[in-house]
């Protein structure tokens, strides 16, 4: 819970910001210096660019607990017995040992989005996040086609 308010205050925020900043950058749009111009132009693509980083961002985490739900469900949702730092994260060494069994449960069925989604949290205990969120993007995907299926 204490995550998702955090989402949402960081999302407020960011909100906020863009606002303040279309703002200023039709003020710019008004004056009469090319720079001036110039600068209102960049000051509209950056709002833009952040409303899409934004809303990116929120849909690949509703998506994501959406499947940690159905694994949730299904009681296919890994336990989470690693030993633990003091910061939460949880030991790496421990997670590099549990981290083949999930490779090699994806390499036994590479068309089942939940052992992907699985090897997604084993990337993500192992501290390799642009991976995790690679497996977890390709777990969405290959469950929203197997929705329209």
Do not use: H, N
Not at 50 to 76: D, K, N
């Amino acid at each position: 819970m204490r995550g998702r308010v955090g989402v949402i205050l960081m999302a407020a925020l960011l909100l906020l910001y863009l606002v303040l900043v279309t703002q200023l950058a039709i003020r710019l749009l008004a004056v009469d210096e090319p720079i001036g111009k110039a600068l209102g132009i960049a000051l509209l693509i950056l709002p833009l660019l952040g409303l899409w980083a934004l809303i990116a961002e929120l849909m690949f985490g509703f998506r994501s607990q959406r499947l940690v739900g159905i694994l949730r469900e299904r009681g296919e949702l890994p336990v989470d017995e690693l030993p633990k730092l003091t910061s939460g994260r949880p030991v790496r060494s421990a997670a590099d040992a549990e981290f083949p069994r999930y490779r090699a449960e994806v390499e036994a069925d590479p068309e089942s989005w939940a052992a992907w989604f699985r090897l997604g949290l084993a990337y993500d205990a192992s501290g390799d996040r642009k991976r995790a969120r690679e497996a977890i993007r390709r777990a969405i995907g290959m469950e929203r086609r197997s929705r329209v299926a």
